[in-house]
């Protein structure tokens, strides 16, 4: 079956430090993949996708991600985390263009001063 | 390009009532989606609609949901006879192709509180 991992629940790191997030895909071929943000009580805003060809991507808000396919992985990458990130993090896959996205569970990230 | 809108935000209503969520997607937008949020939870697809056609519905969508988008551009979500069960975030998102892919832009939800 078709699944989105996010091994971790919580994360949390001081302002200012680097930060990763994982994830991990299931599925036969190569999903699209996405990362999504939620700030409490909002819609989802889309941080990156990446589709096809450079495995590095970079988004909105100083984030970027990196795919790789040995590992089935999209892990989210910052150098330096503000207090504004503070959010859950959704990583994301769908099959094909047009598809339904499978949400992984969630990471949620706290930043302290 | 508005963005994506849903009405009302907030819902509270008591069990065995029907409600029902308006979604009004990026215009030009041809697909859109419905997925439901629990707490602490990923959202997860419930349908989702090209024009005026649903393509597609999760096993999550009960007898008691039903969805329809009359004209291929607002969408509406019913819930009858509502539960305890069905309080959740409903989020609402719209796409079109770009680039070789797909990417869903969402609305801000309609959170749903049955008592």
């Known amino acids: 079956a078709q699944s989105v991992t996010q091994p971790d629940i919580h994360i949390t790191v001081s302002e200012g430090a680097s930060l990763e997030l994982r994830c991990n895909y299931s599925?036969?071929?190569?999903?699209?993949l996405f990362w999504y943000v939620q700030s409490p009580g909002q819609g989802l805003q889309l941080l990156l996708k990446?589709?096809?060809?450079?495995?590095l991507v970079q988004g909105i808000k100083g984030f970027e991600a990196e795919f790789k396919r040995s590992q089935s992985s999209f892990n989210l990458r910052k150098p330096s985390v503000h207090w504004s990130d503070a959010a859950e993090y959704f990583c994301?896959?769908?099959?094909?263009?047009?598809?339904?996205?499978?949400f992984g569970p969630g990471t949620s990230l706290s930043v302290i001063p | 390009d508005t963005g994506v809108s849903q009405d009302p935000r907030h819902k509270i209503t008591k069990r065995g009532q029907n409600v029902t969520f308006r979604c009004d997607p990026i215009?030009?937008?041809?697909?859109l989606y419905w997925y439901r949020q629990t707490l602490g939870q990923g959202p997860e697809f419930l349908t989702y609609?090209?024009?005026?056609?649903?393509?597609?519905k999760s096993r999550l969508l009960s007898d008691r949901f039903s969805a329809e988008r009359p004209k291929g551009s607002f969408s509406t979500l019913e819930i009858q006879r509502t539960e305890q069960g069905d309080s959740a975030m409903y989020l609402c998102?719209?796409?079109?192709?770009?680039?070789?892919?797909?990417?869903?832009?969402f609305g801000p939800g309609t959170r749903l509180t049955v008592l």
């Open positions: 998102a719209s796409s079109s192709l770009s680039e070789g892919g797909d990417t869903q832009y």
């Open positions: 599925y036969g071929a190569t999903p699209y």
């Open positions: 990446y589709f096809s060809g450079d495995t």
């Open positions: 994301a896959a769908e099959k094909t263009s047009y598809d339904k996205v499978i």
């Open positions: 215009s030009e937008h041809n697909r």
């Open positions: 609609f090209q024009n005026e056609a649903q393509l597609e």
